[in-house]
Antibody, heavy 117, light 112 residues
Framework: EVHLVESGGGLVQPGGSLRLSCEVS????????MSWVRQAPGKGLEWVAN????????YYLNSVKGRFTISKDDTKNSVFLQMTSLRAEDTAVYYC??????????WGQGTLVTVSS | DIVMTQSPDSLAVALGERATINCKSS????????????LAWHQQKPGQPPRLLFS???TRESGVPDRFSVSGSGTDFTLTISSLQADDVAIYYC?????????FGGGTKVEI
């Protein structure tokens, strides 16, 4: 069974930084893409970033380009999202998701990021 | 970017009745190389993360009840719940995995 556990969320001031982590079990991140998707309070789903298994391709939502960085550590079977220059509109639950190509498959429980002064 | 449009935004259906959700993409999701539609459906129950229901527009994931069915190809797709159960109360999202950026429909809230 695939299990994803996100951590690292919390309250941060505008302009601040956070690093989200996602520990994956039951699925080797060396075999396919991994993604981050967010959901603002009471809103729909918004894809944020994804990374290919060999890191040869990485994509970002336009509004986070230059501010967010997705990375992975295959030895820890973990994926990360480094977020800088955070804005109020980045407030959301951030989900880590396994992917078959660009198809989102298994979701974690999410971690809440709140950007507020 | 491929724009995904779902309708309706919400619907209330009596227990045992049919619920139909539509999803339209701004460009075809049908690949001519493999004849597959790059469209998936997810269900999000209150307070839970989403769960994949159908991949490749028509492949049912393990554990999904057969009262759920899908149809469509190209740019128009439909998710149908043939006999709504209380456990089906959720928001349903379509998403395209044809190209980056991955995009979602706005979601359809299904209530009793």
């Amino acid at each position: 069974e695939v299990h994803l556990v996100e951590s690292g969320g919390g309250l941060v001031q505008p302009g601040g930084s956070l690093r989200l982590s996602c520990e994956v079990s039951g699925f080797r991140i060396t075999t396919d893409w991994m993604s981050w998707v967010r959901q603002a309070p009471g809103k729909g789903l918004e894809w944020v970033a994804n990374i290919k298994e060999d890191e040869s391709e990485i994509y970002y939502l336009n509004s986070v380009k230059g501010r967010f960085t997705i990375s992975k550590d295959d030895t820890k079977n973990s994926v990360f999202l480094q977020m800088t220059s955070l804005r109020a509109e980045d407030t959301a639950v951030y989900y880590c998701v396994t992917s078959r190509g660009f198809m989102l498959e298994h979701w974690g429980q999410g971690t809440l990021v709140t950007v507020s002064s | 970017d491929i724009v995904m449009t779902q309708s309706p935004d919400s619907l209330a259906v009596a227990l045992g009745e049919r619920a139909t959700i539509n999803c339209k993409s701004s460009q075809s999701l049908l690949s001519t190389s493999n004849n597959q539609n790059y469209l998936a459906w997810h269900q999000q129950k209150p307070g839970q993360p989403p769960r994949l229901l159908f991949s490749w527009a028509s492949t049912r994931e393990s554990g999904v009840p057969d009262r759920f069915s899908v149809s469509g190809s190209g740019t128009d797709f439909t998710l149908t719940i043939s006999s709504l159960q209380a456990d089906d109360v959720a928001i349903y999202y379509c998403h395209q995995h044809y190209s980056s950026p991955i995009t979602f429909g706005g979601g359809t809230k299904v209530e009793i």
